[in-house]
């Protein structure tokens, strides 16, 4: 992929994932061009857009459904691939050409920490976190789940969490850069956990902040249950997301395989794609099968350092050291 003059990449070895230094964040490898994000991060909000942003792992997919369903009344939903490369586009893999088409109002999603986000005023950003552990968890499957990636262990993979040195950078630095804007009026902060405990009243969250009459429209019970089983988690589930077997492309294949990863549903998927288990588990506490004792230990001193001083200093506590191992 084209590179820019700022821009530098990280070597892999078998203990590493490859990844891109752009204006200081790490990126993945993996279909990104520095130029398409730098595209991304220089893009000026129109007063109508709608960002989706987190941490990856954290619900982003889970929370495009969710607003989807919200503008459009409970209707059946696109395919996973299709949602994320056409009708709530992911800007960092997609680059900003696709927001000319979109239909107002135009929602994206970015994994961009704030100082990176393109912001605006006038512009709406939905916000969602989920505890660090779970997290660093789904991201690690996620990680092994995409063709030709190193296949680390999860403790190879845990000291690259730690280390900040994967996708999107360090974990808490992302959320530390966009939890004091939680209670801007054009931000709804929002948490994994409390989508999980109660849908129906996030999705009327999300309802009010995007406007009354989608606040309105969830008034109506059909359209409220219609919303809930259409973004329920058995319901993405088999549906599917599908990836390419070789995701190793050149510049002049990548639009033409970028535009058929945001085509494919389990009706249509092609002989170069694969079916992968994107929306595994999606609960809250799986991480106490993966941490060893040892592991909590080190991961409480890091959650300690980062949060020390902050304004979220208390927001997660440090946690026992029983697991499930």
């Known amino acids: 992929m084209a590179e820019s003059s700022e821009s530098t990449k990280t070597s892999c070895d078998d203990q590493k994932y490859p990844v891109v230094n752009i204006r200081g964040l790490l990126?993945?490898?993996?279909?990104?061009?520095?130029?398409?994000?730098?595209?991304?991060?220089?893009?000026?909000?129109?007063?109508?857009?709608?960002?989706?942003?987190?941490?990856?792992k954290c619900g982003t997919t889970w929370t495009q459904f969710l607003v989807w369903e919200v503008l459009h009344k409970g209707a059946v939903p696109p395919s996973p691939n299709q949602m994320m490369f056409h009708y709530i586009p992911f800007l960092e893999f997609t680059g900003i050409d696709v927001i000319e088409n979109l239909p107002k109002p135009k929602?994206?999603?970015?994994?961009?920490?704030?100082?990176?986000?393109?912001?605006?005023?006038?512009?709406?950003y939905i916000y969602i976190v989920r505890n660090p552990w779970d997290c660093c968890v789904s991201y690690y499957h996620h990680h092994c789940l995409e063709p030709g990636m190193p296949q680390l262990t999860f403790d190879q993979y845990f000291k690259l969490f730690i280390k900040g040195e994967l996708g999107w950078g360090d974990f808490f630095d992302h959320v530390l850069s966009w939890y004091p804007h939680r209670n801007d009026p054009n931000i709804l902060f929002l948490t994994y956990e409390d989508m999980k405990k109660n849908?129906?009243?996030?999705?009327?969250?999300?309802?009010?902040?995007?406007?009354?009459?989608?606040?309105?429209?969830?008034?109506?019970?059909?359209?409220?249950?219609?919303?809930?089983?259409?973004?329920?988690?058995?319901y993405l589930k088999q549906m599917?997301?599908?990836?390419?077997?070789?995701?190793?492309?050149?510049?002049?294949?990548?639009?033409?395989?970028?535009?058929?990863?945001?085509?494919?549903?389990?009706?249509?998927?092609?002989?170069?794609?694969?079916?992968?288990p994107f929306f595994r588990?999606?609960?809250?506490?799986?991480w106490r099968n993966y941490f060893s004792g040892e592991q909590i230990k080190i991961f409480n001193a890091y959650l300690i350092n980062k949060l020390k001083n902050t304004e979220m200093e208390n927001f997660w506590k440090p946690v026992d050291e029983e697991t499930s191992l």
């Open 107 to 124: 929602v994206m999603k970015t994994h961009l920490p704030f100082n990176l986000q393109p912001y605006s005023k006038s512009a709406k």
């Open 27 to 56: 990126f993945p490898e993996f279909f990104i061009d520095a130029d398409t994000v730098e595209r991304v991060i220089d893009y000026k909000p129109a007063k109508d857009d709608t960002f989706i942003v987190t941490y990856p």
């Open 281 to 286: 588990k999606g609960v809250i506490g799986d």
């Open 199 to 234: 849908t129906r009243k996030v999705l009327l969250q999300i309802a009010e902040f995007l406007g009354e009459s989608y606040y309105n429209d969830l008034q109506d019970e059909e359209v409220m249950n219609n919303c809930l089983k259409h973004s329920d988690f058995k």
């Open 240 to 276: 599917g997301m599908f990836f390419p077997k070789n995701p190793k492309v050149d510049d002049e294949n990548a639009k033409v395989a970028l535009k058929e990863i945001g085509e494919i549903d389990r009706n249509n998927a092609k002989e170069n794609f694969t079916e992968v």
